[in-house]
């Protein structure tokens, strides 16, 4: 079946650096565009990123500009996230997305049950 | 950026009768395409966010017809026909017409 697993979260200090993970499985991965959606303890979702289904195009949150980069290896079926220079308002659930595509344009159809990120001194 | 704004944000609702909620967004959904990218998601407790209705008012596969998407512009609205006990969770709008996209704050929807 149709599946997304992250990993690589975990407790970091500010200002140091965290790569997220989203393994992909069950669907042709290089046929899609990818998200990150995060959720901070007690709030709602927040869009973080997309790429392309062929990694060329990527677009970001105005929160994690700069700082935040998604990337994507189609050959593993792996979608990334490395974050930079964290903050301890970058503390959430991070998840992993796959946009719909085509005739489910605009939406996010398939969600992972999310790594959760905590930065913290 | 596109804002998002969702109401109420909490709904206390009787089991067998309907819910409705809103979202407005600050500018128009109307992609240079012609389609509006407004989508509808559930999220149920300890769950990731699943997705209902995409393009306002498409039923995503696997939804139960009691859940309905309509509006246009910048107005729109969910609404569940007879809500369930499984219908128990939060409910985000997220326009994907303009990046970044954006979500609504989220509804609570619980049982009274």
């Known amino acids: 079946q149709v599946q997304l697993v992250e990993s690589g979260g975990g407790v970091v200090q500010p200002g140091r650096s965290l790569r997220l993970s989203c393994a992909a499985s069950g669907f042709i991965f290089r046929n899609y565009g990818m998200h990150w959606v995060r959720q901070a303890p007690g709030k709602g979702l927040e869009w973080v990123a997309v790429v392309s289904n062929d990694g060329n195009s990527k677009f970001y949150g105005d929160a994690v500009k700069g700082r935040f980069t998604i990337s994507r290896d189609n050959s593993k079926n792996t979608l990334y996230l490395q974050m930079n220079s964290l903050r301890t308002e970058d503390s959430a659930v991070y998840h992993c997305?796959?946009?719909?595509?085509?005739?489910?344009?605009?939406?996010?159809?398939?969600w992972g049950q999310g790594t959760t990120v905590t930065v913290s001194s | 950026d596109i804002v998002m704004t969702q109401t109420p944000l909490s709904s206390p609702v009787t089991l067998g009768q309907p819910a409705s909620i809103s979202c407005r967004s600050s500018?128009?959904?109307?992609?240079?395409?012609?389609?509006?990218?407004l989508s509808w998601l559930q999220q149920r407790p300890g769950q990731p966010p699943r997705l209902l209705i995409y393009k306002i008012s498409n039923r995503f596969s696997g939804v139960p017809d009691r859940f309905s998407g309509s509006g246009a512009g910048t107005d729109f609205t969910l609404k569940i026909s007879r809500v369930e006990a499984e219908d128990v969770g939060v409910y985000s709008c997220m326009q994907a017409t303009q990046f970044p996209h954006t979500f609504g704050q989220g509804t609570k929807l619980e049982i009274k």
């Open positions: 997305a796959k946009d719909g595509g085509g005739a489910v344009a605009g939406g996010v159809d398939v």
């Open positions: 500018q128009s959904l109307v992609h240079s395409d012609g389609n509006a990218y």
